[in-house]
């Protein structure tokens, strides 16, 4: 079993609808939760970061964690076409390199 | 935001060749970066963990002399990939972690793109 687990997608959606990104994850000694963007052949941007249970927001980007399901999410509100990318979710002790979900594609049709 | 470069952005040789890849930390000081490779569709795996002045740490199944790691400055770290074959193309790309406030964050470069003939 991988420790961070992400449907691969592709995740198809409509200009300005609402997008719903989830990763589960397995270890519990996990305590940063971030959300990376990857356009093609581009290295991934960093787009959230989350430490404790609960919501964060930036912008369209909301991140929710929930470390009793081990479960992290990402929501996109009013998406656009350039938000078409591949999502990223990652997972941290804090004491080594980041533990990455398989990604997510996205694309979001004008 | 932090920035992290990469040089070159793309390379192309010929097998049995090395060739090196520097990742640059340009605004932040960077004891530690990271070296991933990304194949086509697929997410990105660790290959290395660069320590400023210190050897570098492989992940298992990574071949140490294969991809040689050099961490010599605060700011720089270089993936020697020596004796190239078809095999080794992919995307590398390296990160930095940054600590602001006791909150470590990696930020990474821009990526660069490895095709071995």
């Known amino acids: 079993q991988k420790e961070v687990e992400q449907d691969p997608g592709p995740l198809s959606v409509p200009e300005g609808a609402i997008v719903s990104l989830n990763c589960t994850y397995s270890n519990s000694a996990f305590q940063y939760f971030m959300w990376y963007r990857q356009y093609s052949r581009k290295g991934p ?3 959230m970061y989350t430490y404790s249970s609960g919501n964060k927001e930036d912008g ?3 991140a929710q964690v929930d470390k009793s399901s081990k479960y992290i999410s990402l929501f996109i509100r ?3 076409p350039s938000d078409s990318a591949t999502y990223l979710c990652a997972s941290d002790t804090g004491r080594r390199a980041l533990t990455f979900g398989s990604g997510t594609r ?3 049709q004008p | 935001g932090a920035v992290v470069s990469q040089h070159p952005s793309w390379v192309i040789c010929k097998s049995g060749t090395s060739v090196k890849i520097e990742c640059r930390s340009l605004d932040f000081q960077a004891t530690t970066m990271f070296w991933y490779r990304q194949f086509p569709k697929q997410s ?4 290395a963990t660069s320590n ?5 740490t492989y992940e298992q199944g990574v071949e140490k002399d294969k991809f040689l790691i050099n961490h ?3 700011t720089l770290s270089t993936l020697t990939v020596t004796s190239a074959h078809p095999e080794d193309s992919s995307f590398y790309i390296c990160s930095a972690k940054r600590t602001v406030m006791s909150t470590d964050t990696q930020y990474f470069g821009p990526g660069t ?3 071995v003939l």
């Open chain 1, 45 to 47: 941007e960093l787009l």
């Open chain 1, 60 to 62: 369209r980007f909301t």
């Open chain 1, 78 to 80: 009013d998406s656009q």
């Open chain 1, 106 to 108: 996205l694309q979001v």
């Open chain 2, 44 to 47: 990105l795996m660790l290959m």
């Open chain 2, 52 to 56: 400023e002045g210190s050897k570098a």
């Open chain 2, 72 to 74: 010599a400055s605060l």
């Open chain 2, 113 to 115: 793109r490895l095709t």
